[in-house]
């Protein structure tokens, strides 16, 4: 189905949990968040069921399962299981607990991940996190992916001014040692983050300055493809001031079963409601409809919980 302003709407974000194992500066408070009460979370059961009347109401291209971190929710392969049959279904993680689950996620159908990475110093990664996590262990989740076939493997990192923003070029040779695709995120300002935002632009030009210039090659969903002369590529995501809205084909369901057509929040659907109430499989299709016809050109990236809608 299309917008209304043609974009075709297929792809969708389904938040799992609002629950973490880290507590990274540019997502949430130290302290951690309130947490939603368990009876206001999605059983995975209903879950399921409203991504397959999401499905069946757009034809889904894709499902990206998101958290908070994914893998903290219990059952999370069986959820996956449920979902592959129906489009391509992704993930995105810390990666802190993938090497315990590759194998599985993999057998149940998850087709690739999406990793993040705040740096390649452990001091500034622990920093970041506020967690006691290394680049070792991020390095071991992106092996255990590669050696289960959750592959090709996207590694992002949110730039950081004063923090990482002097590390991207070596980032871009680093992920090439590994195998794997580089990209790096405007810090969008949002509820608990305590950091300072790097512009696309000037990610750019500081890469170039290191590493000389690259050219663009493409544009992948949300992200814009560089490639460097030695023919590494790379991406850049600027939610702020890259204009992304115009490509987004993006719906997202939060673990609470609100679906919302746009990240930077705006009218929404409480398909939990909806679906706890007894309303008709019918019933909800069409609502389905009647909100992404509804789906705003773009929104103002400020002021949203980054880990209760996933990203």
Excluded at 208 to 223: F, R, Y
Excluded at 235 to 255: F, Y
Excluded at 291 to 310: D, Q
């Amino acid at each position: 189905m299309k917008d209304g302003f043609g974009r075709r709407i297929d792809y969708l974000r389904v938040s799992v949990t609002d629950r973490c194992n880290l507590r990274c500066i540019y997502c949430m408070p130290e302290a951690g968040i309130p947490q939603i009460e368990h009876s206001a979370i999605l059983r995975l059961e209903e879950i399921q069921q409203l991504v397959e009347l999401i499905h069946q109401a757009l034809n889904l291209r894709k499902i990206r399962i998101t958290g908070g971190e994914p893998l903290v929710r219990r059952g999370i392969v069986s959820l996956v299981k449920s979902m592959a049959p129906l489009a391509e279904t992704t993930m995105t993680t810390n990666g802190i607990l993938l090497p315990k689950f590759s194998a599985e996620l993999h057998a149940a159908g998850l087709s690739r991940v999406n990793i993040s990475i705040d740096s390649l110093k452990n001091q500034v990664i622990r920093e970041v996190t506020r967690r006691d996590v290394s680049l070792e262990m991020i390095e071991e989740a992106i092996g255990s992916a590669k050696a289960n076939c959750l592959d090709p493997v996207k590694v992002n990192c949110v730039v950081l001014k004063g923090v990482n923003s002097d590390e991207p070029a070596e980032m871009i040779k680093w992920a090439s040692g590994m195998g794997v695709t580089m990209r790096f995120i405007e810090h969008m300002p949002m509820t608990g983050s305590v950091c300072s935002h790097v512009a696309g632009d000037e990610i750019l030009t500081g890469i170039c300055a290191e590493l000389g210039p690259v050219k663009k090659i493409s544009t992948e969903g949300t992200a814009e493809m560089y490639v460097t002369d030695s023919g590494i590529r790379f991406g850049i995501i600027a939610p702020v001031g890259g204009g992304m809205c115009a490509n987004c084909t993006r719906l997202r369901l939060t673990a609470e079963g609100e679906l919302l057509p746009c990240l930077a929040g705006g009218e929404s659907l409480d398909l939990g409601l909806m679906l706890r109430s007894g309303r008709k499989d019918s019933e909800i299709i069409s609502a389905v409809h009647d909100l992404v016809a509804k789906k705003p050109h773009h929104g103002a990236c400020g002021g949203v919980s980054m880990w209760r809608i996933g990203g």
